[in-house]
C-alpha cells in the first residue's frame, strides 16, 4: 500500500505542475501582424484502486482453505478546451471570448 500511496502522490505532483492553475496557453497563431493565443481551461482527474489479501473465509475457497490476493487498478485522463483568445494587432492587445 505504501507504493501506491507513493505514486499517487508522485502522479498528483507532476499533474499539477502540468495544469499551472488550470489553465494553459497554445502556442500562438500568426497572419501578418496580427498574433492570436488561444486560452484553454485544463481539466485533469485522475483515480486509482488497490487491494490485499490472505485468507478466504466465506468465498468459494473457503472449504479448501486456499487464499490469495493482490490488486491494482488505475484511472486518468485530461481535457483542454479553448475558452478565449488573445489577439494582438497593430500594438493593441484584447480578449475575445468564445462561446460557451
Known amino acids: 500500500m505504501k507504493h501506491i ?16 492553475g488550470n489553465a494553459v496557453v497554445a ?13 484553454c481551461e485544463l481539466s485533469v482527474g485522475f483515480g486509482g484502486g488497490g487491494g490485499v ?4 473465509v466465506e468465498g468459494d475457497n473457503a472449504a479448501e482453505g486456499r487464499a490469495s ?13 479553448p475558452v478565449a483568445v488573445l ?4 500594438g493593441r492587445v484584447r ?6
Open 5 to 20: 500511496k507513493e505514486l499517487f502522490a508522485l502522479v498528483t505532483e507532476k499533474l499539477e505542475g502540468l495544469a499551472r
Open 27 to 39: 502556442k500562438p497563431i500568426s497572419v501578418g501582424n496580427r498574433h492570436v493565443i488561444p486560452l
Open 53 to 56: 489479501g490472505e485468507g478466504d
Open 69 to 81: 490476493g493482490i490488486g491494482g487498478g488505475v484511472g486518468g485522463g485530461a481535457k483542454a478546451a
Open 87 to 90: 489577439v494582438i494587432e497593430d
Open 95 to 100: 480578449i475575445e471570448q468564445l462561446g460557451r
